[in-house]
T-cell receptor
């Protein structure tokens, strides 16, 4: 069974700080998703990547397939970045796929 | 483009009652799925579907039923609600090869069973 571990569980940062959230998975996957969940809100997809690096605004996601590890970076953090960030590993088989989710990292950015 | 529409947003049930959580998507996605989110745990897969008429069980299927009569709709039925089913439920959809494409989530349903 694929397991996904995220660290840290909780993270408090001052506005402007550079933030890194880590995600490790246990078996080979087809892709890694990073998701954002605001308090009381739904879940929004930030990135889906299977290799290398992707960037969207102040967010950067990287993945190292050999080391089974992915990171989400936030540059120049802002209070509106406060949310739970979730990584999910996608593994495929038999014409379908399933996502295995990490427990999430709760980020609080203080002004 | 509405994306994934999930209703209701909140629901309180008494033990033993039944109800249906609705999920609809307008993106012509083949793959639809239901998850539950509990404190201290990652989202867990309840049931999923790879197309109309095809459904399969996920990690925690007991006490839930699904059907997929159309590409757009994927309702989740609680047959006889139990307090252990108190949770936040999310519906999601994607193209089938969402090992390689983005997944879209509904806004969630907060269900309390008393």
């Amino acid at each position: 069974k694929n397991e996904v571990e995220q660290s840290p569980q909780n993270l408090t940062a001052q506005e402007g700080e550079f933030i890194t959230i880590n995600c490790s998975y246990s078996v080979g996957i087809s892709a890694l998703h990073w998701l954002q969940q605001h308090p009381g809100g739904g879940i929004v997809s930030l990135f889906m990547l299977s290799s290398g690096k992707k960037k969207h605004g102040r967010l950067i996601a990287t993945i190292n397939i050999q080391e089974k590890h992915s990171s989400l970076h936030i540059t120049a953090s802002h209070p509106r970045d406060s949310a739970v960030y979730i990584c999910a590993a996608a593994y495929s088989g038999a014409g379908s796929y399933q996502l295995t989710f990490g427990k999430g990292t709760k980020l609080s950015v203080i002004p | 483009n509405a994306g994934v529409t999930q209703t209701p947003k909140f629901q309180v049930l008494k033990t033993g009652q039944s109800m249906t959580l609705q999920c609809a998507q307008d993106m012509n996605h083949e793959y639809m799925s239901w998850y539950r989110q509990d404190p201290g745990m990652g989202l867990r897969l309840i049931h999923y579907s790879v197309g109309a008429g095809i459904t399969d069980q996920g990690e925690v299927p007991n006490g839930y039923n699904v059907s997929r009569s159309t590409t757009e709709d994927f309702p989740l039925r609680l047959l006889s609600a139990a307090p252990s089913q108190t949770s936040v439920y999310f519906c999601a959809s994607s193209y089938l090869w969402a090992g390689y494409t983005e997944a879209f989530f509904g806004q969630g349903t907060r269900l309390t069973v008393v």
